[in-house]
């Protein structure tokens, strides 16, 4: 977890466009792995960017790649929309509109093995129709050598995605790839996705999320609205005691 403690707007990150619905998209009741982490219970609304965040360890990615399918819990439940579904591996997560990227530099992720930034050229982030669930394709110029060649790949699974988990996606990138970016991350939710934005890094959960779920060795310490929330506070809830 990085940053100094503070709450003003970073000018670094684009403003946020859009604002969540009440409804909710994702419910998760009971969620638990023995020995890794839960029972967590937490929700994602509709057009909302939700923060994941906490120390090494803490248990962010393994609640998401549990969600998606890549190493389901022991317990609990998953409701999308108004029903439950069961999620055993990543093709039915995908087949349910769920989607989970990895660290840019990773190659193994569930999205059919395609890297983050490949996943921009799947919107076009000039033009992302408000209230619609499809994306446009208009962005690969934003992309280097064989990451274009990724994007064929990944463009079916933005078109029905309803959710979609980004684990560390600025980590090591330069301002003008963290922008781009971040700037995909706002029109996704203002076309009515729920995005999951996993991140240490505390300006980035600050400046782009609405709520932030706060973990500790595998638990929920607190759900925070994120602009009623400082620095401090998070800081303070993931530390160990």
Same mark, same amino acid.
């Given at each position: 977890?990085?940053?100094?403690?503070?709450?003003?707007?970073?000018?670094?990150?684009?403003?946020?466009?859009?604002?969540?619905?009440?409804?909710?998209?994702?419910?998760?009741?009971?969620?638990?792995?023995?020995?890794?982490?839960?029972?967590?219970?937490?929700?994602?609304?509709?057009?909302?960017?939700?923060?994941?965040?906490?120390?090494?360890?803490?248990?962010?990615?393994?609640? @998401?790649? %549990?969600?998606?399918?890549? /190493?389901?819990?022991? !317990?609990?439940?998953?409701?999308? $929309?108004?029903?439950? +579904?069961? *999620?055993?591996?990543?093709?039915?997560?995908?087949?349910?509109?769920?989607?989970?990227?990895?660290?840019?530099?990773?190659?193994?992720?569930?999205?059919?093995?395609?890297?983050?930034?490949?996943?921009?050229?799947?919107?076009?982030?000039?033009?992302?129709? @408000?209230? %619609?669930?499809?994306?446009? /394709?208009?962005?690969? !110029?934003?992309?280097?050598?064989? $990451?274009?060649?990724? +994007?064929? *790949?990944?463009?079916?699974?933005?078109?029905?995605?309803?959710?979609?988990?980004?684990?560390?996606?600025?980590?090591?990138?330069?301002?003008?790839?963290?922008?781009?970016?971040?700037?995909?991350?706002?029109?996704?939710?203002?076309?009515?996705?729920?995005?999951?934005?996993?991140?240490?890094?505390?300006?980035?959960?600050?400046?782009?999320?609405?709520?932030?779920?706060?973990?500790?060795?595998?638990?929920?310490?607190?759900?925070?609205?994120?602009?009623?929330?400082?620095?401090?506070?998070?800081?303070?809830?993931?530390?160990?005691?």
């Amino acid at each position: 977890m990085t940053d100094a403690p503070g709450h003003a707007p970073d000018r670094a990150y684009p403003a946020r466009s859009g604002t969540p619905e009440q409804s909710r998209l994702l419910s998760v009741t009971g969620l638990a792995r023995k020995g890794v982490f839960g029972p967590l219970d937490f929700s994602l609304r509709r057009g909302e960017i939700l923060g994941f965040t906490g120390l090494a360890g803490a248990g962010c990615t393994e609640v @998401a790649q %549990a969600i998606c399918g890549a /190493d389901p819990g022991d !317990e609990g439940a998953i409701r999308l $929309d108004k029903g439950e +579904v069961s *999620i055993r591996t990543p093709r039915e997560a995908i087949r349910q509109g769920l989607v989970y990227l990895p660290e840019t530099r990773k190659l193994d992720g569930l999205a059919a093995r395609m890297s983050l930034a490949a996943s921009l050229a799947l919107a076009k982030l000039a033009g992302v129709p @408000a209230r %619609a669930g499809d994306v446009d /394709d208009d962005a690969a !110029e934003l992309l280097y050598g064989s $990451d274009q060649q990724k +994007v064929a *790949i990944g463009k079916w699974l933005f078109r029905a995605a309803k959710i979609i988990f980004f684990d560390e996606p600025t980590r090591g990138l330069g301002a003008g790839a963290r922008h781009a970016i971040h700037t995909l991350l706002d029109r996704l939710a203002a076309a009515g996705i729920g995005v999951v934005l996993i991140s240490s890094e505390l300006s980035e959960i600050m400046a782009m999320t609405d709520r932030v779920v706060v973990f500790r060795e595998g638990q929920i310490m607190d759900v925070l609205n994120t602009r009623e929330t400082t620095q401090e506070a998070i800081v303070d809830l993931a530390s160990p005691r």
